[in-house]
C-alpha cells in the first residue's frame, strides 16, 4: 500500500526546521512561491508577537525537486530561523500553566524545560504549513481545493461563511484575522486589542473545508484508517487545538436521527463532478461516513485554546526549589488564531492527500492519474 509520510523536526530558536515528505508521486509540479505564500499567511494575522518580525520564513528546497517537479524519492524542505540562539538560551525552571514545560519535565526526566519548550513551540507548524503546501498542489491535480478560516475569535462570532471555495478565500485575504466576514473582523481586532491591554491572550474557532474531494478515501476496514479519526488527530496535533468537529459534530448529540443523517438522492447531469450523481440536500455527516469520503465537501472545525503564555503569569512553582512562584515568561502572541488557521489547512490537506496516495498509488504522478481516471470509470459504471 502506497503511503505518504510527513515528519518535521526543528527547535523553535535552533538553526532551522525541516519537513521530510516521502511518498508524493514522482513527477508532480512543485511551485515554491505558493510554499512561500502559505508560509507567510502562517507568520500574518492581527495579534501576533515580535517574533513574526524577527523571521521571514522561506522553504528551501533541499532534496527531492528537480527541474520545478518530484524526484522518485523524499523532498526536503529547510525553514531557516533568523533567531538562532539555542546554546544561549536561559534554562526554564518555572512551568507555564497551559504548556508541555512541567509535563515534559515528567516524562523525559528534564530539570530545564528549555529542552521541551523548545520542540513543544508553535515554531515547529512551519514544518508542517510547508508539507502541506506540496500536499495541496496533488490534491489540485485531482480537483480538490481545500480552504481554512477564522470564524470565531473570543466572543465575536463570524457570519456563515459563502459556499463558494475562491470567495471565500478572496474575504478571508482580506482580513487582518483571516475571517471572511468584515463586521466579524473588526469585532474580532477590538477583543484582541482589549486582551492584550489586560495582558491576556484568545483562543477562537477554525472552519476548514475541501472541496471536489472524490467518495471512497480512508476505509471502515481498520480504526487507523477511517478518515474522520485521520482528520481530527492531525488537527488535534496542532499546538493549543482542543477540539475537533467534523460536520455537525457535537450538535449531532442534541437531535434526532431524522435530522442528523443526509437524504440520498441521484442527479444524472452531476455525474463528473465529485459526487459521481450521488447528491445530498444537507452535509451534516460534513463528506465522511463509515470512515470514509461521501463524495461531499468535507467539513472540519477546530477549537483552539488561548496562548499559555501570558504577561501576566499565573501562579506556578520553581521545579527545583518547589516554592510557589510566577510562570515563566517567553515572548509570545496575543492571539494565534489566524495563523493556527494556515496550519489547520496545511494538516488536512496533507491527510487528505496521504488518503488519495493509499488508495491510487501510483510511482509516478501519471500513474496516480491513471489508476483514479481507471477507479472513476468503475464507480459510474456501479
Not at 88 to 102: I, M, N, V
Not at 103 to 125: F, H, K, Q, V
Not at 372 to 380: H, P
Request: neutral net charge; proline residues 6%; contains cysteine.
Amino acid at each position: 500500500m502506497a503511503e505518504l509520510v510527513v515528519r518535521t523536526a526543528g527547535e523553535s530558536h535552533g538553526p532551522a526546521v525541516i519537513a521530510f515528505i516521502e511518498g508524493l508521486p514522482a513527477g508532480l509540479p512543485v511551485d515554491p512561491a505558493r510554499i512561500d505564500a502559505d508560509l507567510a499567511r502562517r507568520q500574518g494575522g492581527y495579534g501576533r508577537g515580535g517574533r513574526q518580525q524577527i523571521e521571514k520564513d522561506h522553504a528551501e528546497i533541499l532534496a527531492g525537486v528537480r527541474h520545478g517537479k518530484t524526484l522518485p524519492g523524499p523532498v526536503v524542505l529547510v525553514v531557516r530561523n533568523r533567531d538562532v540562539r539555542l546554546e544561549e538560551c536561559p534554562e526554564l525552571s518555572r512551568p507555564r500553566p497551559g504548556h508541555a514545560d512541567l509535563s515534559g519535565a515528567l516524562a523525559y526526566l528534564e530539570p530545564d524545560m528549555r529542552n521541551i519548550l523548545e520542540r513543544a513551540s508553535a515554531r515547529e507548524t512551519a514544518g508542517r504549513v510547508a508539507a502541506g503546501a506540496l500536499a495541496k498542489m496533488l490534491l489540485a491535480e485531482f480537483g480538490v481545493d481545500v480552504v481554512a478560516w477564522v470564524s470565531r475569535i473570543g466572543e465575536a462570532v463570524a457570519a456563515e461563511a459563502p459556499a463558494d471555495a475562491a470567495e471565500i478565500r478572496r474575504r478571508r485575504d482580506a482580513s487582518d484575522v483571516y475571517c471572511p466576514d468584515a463586521a466579524a473582523t473588526a469585532a474580532m481586532k477590538a477583543a484582541i486589542d482589549a486582551a492584550g491591554a489586560a495582558g491576556d491572550t484568545l483562543g477562537g474557532v477554525i472552519d476548514c473545508v475541501a472541496w471536489g474531494v472524490p467518495p471512497g478515501l480512508g476505509s471502515h476496514t481498520q480504526w487507523t484508517r477511517k478518515l474522520d479519526g485521520r482528520i481530527a488527530q492531525a488537527v488535534m496535533s496542532i499546538q493549543a487545538v482542543k477540539g475537533v468537529e467534523i460536520g455537525l459534530g457535537y450538535g449531532a448529540a442534541k437531535r434526532p436521527g431524522s435530522r442528523v443523517h443526509d437524504p440520498i438522492g441521484y442527479d444524472a447531469a452531476r455525474r463528473e463532478t465529485s459526487t459521481l450523481g450521488f447528491v445530498r440536500p444537507t452535509n451534516l455527516a460534513g463528506g465522511i461516513e463509515g470512515g470514509m469520503s461521501n463524495g461531499q465537501p468535507i467539513v472540519v472545525s477546530a477549537a483552539m485554546k488561548p496562548i499559555a503564555t501570558l504577561k501576566r503569569p499565573l501562579p506556578s512553582i520553581n521545579l527545583k526549589t518547589k516554592a510557589a512562584e510566577e510562570a515563566s515568561y517567553e515572548r509570545s502572541d496575543v492571539c494565534a488564531v489566524p495563523a493556527a488557521s494556515v496550519v489547520v489547512e496545511a494538516v488536512v490537506a496533507a491527510e487528505l492527500a496521504a488518503a488519495l496516495v493509499e488508495k491510487f498509488g501510483g510511482d509516478s504522478l501519471g500513474q496516480t492519474r491513471a489508476a483514479y481516471e481507471a477507479w472513476r470509470r468503475a464507480a459510474l459504471g456501479l
